[in-house]
């Protein structure tokens, strides 16, 4: 659609009255040195021998745990080994970035694995004095932020971290590398005793639950979605489709899941007494067979933009809700744009 706009006697058009302009420095991740070496997805060296009864006590123990995982999951296509891939010399950049929901500063992760996930501030153009420290295995596939500074990190091996931010932390203007480094707490999916590659695949997206930001959806590779509760350090497995994105809508009361093989995405609407539940999804189609990569939605809380991996341009969908027995569950109502 054409919109037209009114030309003065001299050519220009009319300014803008709210119109301004904020020029904002090209970001670089700071460099601890000319070149990173880093290692992607290497197989964990097996541990030294160990008595009889050490191995016996280890395979009870993991064992009993086998009722906690579903048993689909244990099975191929899912118990597959990622293969090991070779070490290479990578200079610093940046790779995943998140922004703030409330507050103008963004999180940057490197683009290899290990190294620091530092935070910009828009509002002095500075880094923070603050850094987030990764192990040398945590190479970093997608970063979200909630509204109360809790920072969620999904990695390649399968692992999600959780960083309660600090950020009143004065900014810094010195490109050196940051102090005050933090440590990730984990989001156990699974219980801890098992490989989380092996069994859950990588980690391909995340997304806060936007009304209370206690709920996190992790969506995988190999075994689905999950929703693992911050508050209680628990978690359930919502969809065993592989998926790759989540995203809970604006208004807090749908969340969106693609499938990553099949690119169809799932619509679940919330339902909030006492805990938080899900209704049985309903399926759409996003117009290819391909993955859907992005999502995000407007701030009405009923129109989905998304992008299919190979495919040009963006998809609009439109949901729409009406209550039906017993109250506070809906149905969803789908229109292609």
Not at 39 to 63: D, I, M, Y
Not at 133 to 142: G, R, V
Not at 189 to 202: T, W, Y
């Amino acid at each position: 659609m054409l919109i037209p706009v009114h030309i003065d006697s001299q050519g220009f058009p009319p300014s803008l009255p709210d119109a301004h302009s904020v020029v904002f420095p090209i970001l670089a991740f700071p460099a601890t040195s000319p070149t990173a070496i880093v290692q992607v997805r290497q197989a964990s060296a097996p541990n030294g021998s160990s008595s009889q009864l050490a191995t016996l006590e280890a395979f009870l123990h993991q064992f009993l745990n086998f009722t906690s995982i579903p048993i689909d999951l244990l099975i191929p296509p899912y118990s597959r080994q990622i293969k090991p891939s070779q070490s290479i010399p990578q200079q610093p950049r940046i790779g995943k970035i998140a922004l703030h929901p409330e507050l103008p500063v963004v999180a940057l992760a490197p683009a290899h694995p290990g190294g620091s996930i530092i935070f910009f501030d828009l509002r002095t153009n500075a880094y923070l004095k603050y850094k987030l420290s990764l192990a040398s295995n945590h190479e970093i596939n997608c970063l979200r932020f909630s509204k109360y500074n809790l920072l969620a990190a999904g990695t390649s091996t399968g692992e999600v971290l959780l960083y309660q931010a600090k950020l009143s932390v004065t900014a810094s203007t010195s490109p050196k590398p940051l102090q005050m480094p933090a440590l990730p707490s984990f989001a156990s999916l699974i219980p801890p005793q098992f490989p989380p590659s092996a069994i859950l695949g990588e980690i391909t997206g995340l997304d806060f639950d936007c009304t209370t930001a206690r709920y996190l959806a992790v969506t995988t590779t190999r075994s689905g979605t999950w929703i693992y509760d911050t508050v209680t350090s628990s978690a359930v497995r919502l969809s065993k489709f592989p998926s790759s994105a989540a995203a809970f809508s604006s208004t807090g009361d749908i969340l969106a899941v693609a499938r990553e093989r099949t690119g169809d995405i799932e619509f679940y609407t919330l339902i909030r007494a006492g805990t938080l539940t899900f209704s049985l999804p309903t399926i759409a189609a996003s117009g290819y067979k391909s993955t859907v990569v992005n999502m995000e939605w407007a701030s009405d809380g009923r129109t989905l933009l998304y992008s299919n991996d190979g495919q040009e341009g963006i998809r609009i969908l439109r949901t729409e809700s009406r209550p039906i027995t017993p109250p506070g569950i809906a149905i969803l109502y789908l229109t292609d744009k």
